[in-house]
């Protein structure tokens, strides 16, 4: 039942089901919607760095068939242990997410207009919602007896913050310019790696779009308007007040009020005296003195909101004028001397500057409604026409595509790659629900589809020889770091400059200290390296087989390593067990949920088994 604004039910059409968990029926629409949520959360999580390119080399159909699997095997678990969401919670889940507010209060009308522009209905999103919610508290549950120890703490904040030193030679295949290729060698290898020169598959398509710029020069927007939207969004038009400073820390651990306390406090107020002589040198005083991370910056903090410091320490900087420094403040990391570098006062737009900004959003706003109603009133009027034929009817223009990859057709810009990642969910002759991108909101129908094949040998000579001469680099690189290795090893009691330099005169070089997983100076972000790297030992320096780069092959031997020092474990201490708290829950949160889907009846559709 639903128990918030929407009320009905769905039908439950094995035409339309995706899988069957226990008897219950996981539906194609559940599919869709969970589908347009994921690809949702990768635009938010990587903002403008998003490209939707990259989603090609990620299995979506994979991760939404079983989230939905696992999302029911939840709710039927919860049910089982009569764990429930109920009506109220549900309801102040739902008036709390700012999509659905207007000036921080929830507002009926935006959440209907969001759910409908989103083609979803207040059942299905409250539906989901209180599984979500569910979610949320069968986590709680099932995890809330993992602890973690300061001696785990302590490993693993070894383990990620140990750093090494490398000595390497670099045999890099650029370096081999003298590379003949034959005829025959170039034919040999096309046809020992035709694979490689297969096209993609592609698709050819047509679509209506209804570009929320062609309603724009339609739209007009009165003074009332933007004036009734400043007042009700004045907080949009408000920049905070923002502190520019420095600081001095010296740690404390002891009671406050404590003898040990009151002596760091007196160490502090030795160091304010110092900081407000004449010629006193703020930021050297604290690369000398300070206990804190920002020491090595001559304490610089940057520009910080008063929110975004603990609380003793914001009232005290900001309070402060440019150029002051204060006494000793405590705060639950230590005492701190600050100095404050500038002062940023809040700043508010006034209704005529803030003008153009909201008469553009008022339009944008506009013009999205506008194209999207002319989007539904066509789409109810398609039936089981072509989608070219429909369009005629309706007085509109719809474009047929060549043939596109899935980078999209060129003829798009703006749109392209989510274009062709919603084309290529089709099936032949089938027509898409309304798509929202940036252009505006297009209906697409596939027309065809133009299966892989090899290209000729001529059509991709070029490429034949750039591969070849790469691959005939890459041996060349290869043995010439064998060679250097068995050098080294024949001698081991020498150094490895000395014995390369001596046998085969190859030019060593040092990395610098790197952590795991981190990019290795010089060489780049090689994974198998720096794994490599972290096995080696005193006893065993030397590297026993070479490493492939992308630049080539590689020789390494340890140099030095070095261990994290106990300050920075004790700073960084709540944060790791954090940490290892959030990723032990999650495996023991995943091992539940295997254990869950072995003792189950789960049937997936055969359209859907390669998703598993």
């Not at 000729?456 to 043995?479: M, P, S, T």
Request: net charge negative; aromatic share 10%; charged share 30%.
């Amino acid at each position: 039942m639903c128990c918030f604004w929407g009320v009905g039910s769905f039908r439950e059409n094995k035409v339309n089901r995706v899988a069957e968990v226990n008897g219950s029926v996981i539906t194609i629409d559940q599919y869709y919607e969970a589908y347009n949520n994921l690809i949702e959360g990768y635009k938010r999580q990587f903002g403008d760095n998003f490209d939707e390119s990259m989603l090609d080399a990620l299995n979506i159909r994979q991760q939404v068939v079983n989230t939905l699997i696992e999302r029911e095997l939840i709710v039927q678990e919860a049910n089982h242990l009569n764990v429930r969401v109920t009506d109220e919670e549900l309801a102040r889940s739902i008036q709390s997410i700012s999509y659905f507010q207007k000036d921080g209060i929830f507002d009926n009308r935006y959440y209907i207009n969001v759910l409908r522009k989103n083609r979803m209905s207040p059942e299905q999103f409250e539906t989901s919602q209180r599984q979500s919610l569910l979610l949320g508290k069968l986590r709680e549950l099932v995890m809330g007896s993992v602890k973690v120890s300061d001696d785990e703490a302590r490993e693993w904040f070894d383990y990620e913050n140990e750093m090494v030193n490398l000595d390497y030679v670099a045999f890099e295949t650029n370096s081999y310019t003298d590379i003949s290729l034959t005829q025959e060698e170039i034919k040999s290898f096309y046809e020992s790696n035709q694979d490689d020169y297969m096209t993609d598959l592609e698709i050819k398509v047509a679509y209506v779009l209804f570009a929320k710029s062609k309603y724009k020069p339609m739209i007009t927007i009165n003074d009332e308007q933007i004036q009734v939207y400043y007042e009700s969004h004045k907080s949009e038009f408000e920049t905070p007040k923002t502190v520019e400073a420095r600081h001095i820390l010296l740690k404390s651990e002891a009671p406050e009020e404590s003898e040990a306390d009151a002596a760091i406090k007196a160490r502090a107020q030795d160091i304010y005296q110092k900081a407000i002589e004449k010629d006193a040198d703020f930021a050297k005083l604290a690369e000398t003195l300070s206990e804190g991370p920002s020491k090595d910056r001559g304490g610089y903090l940057g520009t910080f909101k008063r929110e975004d410091m603990v609380k003793p320490f914001s009232d005290r900087a900001f309070s402060m004028k440019a150029g002051e420094i204060s006494e000793p403040v405590r705060t639950s990391f230590g005492w701190h001397i600050i100095k404050v570098e500038n002062v940023n006062e809040a700043v508010s737009l006034t209704l005529g500057g803030a003008t153009p900004e909201i008469l553009e959003k008022l339009t944008d706003e506009e013009a999205d409604n506008r194209a999207y109603d002319a989007a539904e009133t066509f789409f109810d009027t398609i039936y089981d026409d072509p989608l070219t034929a429909a369009a005629k009817a309706s007085s509109l223009s719809a474009v047929v595509t060549d043939f596109f990859g899935r980078r999209g057709p060129s003829t798009l810009l703006r749109d392209r790659y989510s274009f062709a990642r919603k084309a290529f969910e089709l099936e032949n002759g089938q027509i898409s629900e309304i798509i929202g991108l940036d252009s505006g909101y297009y209906i697409i129908q596939l027309l065809e589809k133009q299966e892989p094949f090899v290209q000729e040998i001529v059509v991709v000579q070029d490429r034949v020889e750039k591969d070849l001469r790469k691959d005939k680099q890459l041996k060349r690189a290869f043995n010439d770091a064998l060679k250097c290795l068995k050098a080294i090893t024949v001698t081991p009691e020498q150094t490895m400059t000395a014995t390369s330099q001596s046998v085969l005169s190859y030019s060593f070089t040092s990395t610098g200290f790197f952590k795991r997983n981190e990019s290795i100076p010089e060489i780049g972000n090689e994974e198998a390296i720096n794994k490599a790297a972290f096995e080696l030992t005193e006893n065993e320096p030397l590297g026993y087989t070479v490493y492939q780069g992308y630049k080539g092959y590689f020789v390494i031997k340890l140099k030095n390593r070095k261990q994290p020092d106990d300050d920075e474990f004790q700073e960084s201490l709540s944060s790791v067990k954090d940490t290892i708290r959030q990723n032990r829950e999650s495996r023991f949160f995943d091992d539940w949920i295997k254990g869950l889907k072995m003792n189950s009846k789960i049937e997936i559709e055969d359209r859907f088994r390669e998703s598993i």
